[in-house]
């Protein structure tokens, strides 16, 4: 599995992720990438894991980026199996924003059918003929699928620490639906 860790400076979530992996299913093919704007916190990761097993494995990498402008050619599009921001709050002061914009549950039945058919057979075939590349987009499509549900994520945020305004939908609420639920902006404030 490949894993990328934003803002995990320090690679707290790293050794974790790592060691989850070991322990849990003796995988010692997952690999973290740890992204940090910061290069003085990566220095401390670097040190931490110096004492560990992973040290001088191809497991574990430190790279300073800004999550905001990560450059393409070292962090590619459709290459990783996780992504993790566990510390980001830590950046955000207290009543700033966290929002975030994802492909989520589209919330029509009848809507839902027809961007299924979309989804599972054009854009497949769109990766096939623009990239040569069907499997990437065809991934694409069943990671949208497995990403929770807005209600299911507007609670994740909750439980972080933020204040959502609830677990609906609308003005005040946790999130905002785009296109009939194709895409959602999730916000939470920071107390």
């Not at 974790?16 to 704007?37: N, P, S």
């Not at 910061?38 to 430190?62: C, D, S, V």
């Not at 961007?115 to 096939?128: A, E, K, M, N, V």
Request: proline share 4%; hydrophobic share 40%.
């Amino acid at each position: 599995m490949s894993c990328i860790d934003v803002a995990g400076g320090t690679g707290d979530i790293a050794l974790r992720i790592l060691d989850f992996a070991r322990e849990k299913y003796a995988d010692r093919e997952t690999r973290v990438d740890v992204v940090d704007i910061n290069g003085e916190m990566l220095k401390e990761g670097y040190k931490r894991f110096k004492k560990t097993m992973y040290h001088n494995t191809p497991q574990i990498a430190f790279k300073e980026a800004n999550a905001q402008n990560m450059p393409e050619a070292e962090f590619p599009a459709n290459s990783y199996d996780l992504y993790t921001i566990a510390f980001g709050i830590s950046v955000l002061k207290p009543g700033g924003t966290f929002a975030c914009l994802e492909f989520s549950k589209v919330n029509n039945p009848l809507f839902g059918a027809a961007y299924d058919q979309y989804s599972f057979s054009i854009i497949p075939l769109l990766g096939t003929i623009l990239t040569g590349d069907r499997a990437s987009y065809q991934y694409l499509v069943e990671s949208i699928r497995r990403f929770p549900p807005q209600t299911e994520f507007a609670k994740m945020i909750a439980d972080a620490g933020f204040v959502t305004g609830g677990s609906f939908e609308g003005k005040g609420g946790a999130w905002r639906d785009l296109w009939g639920g194709i895409a959602s902006i999730h916000t939470g404030v920071k107390v």
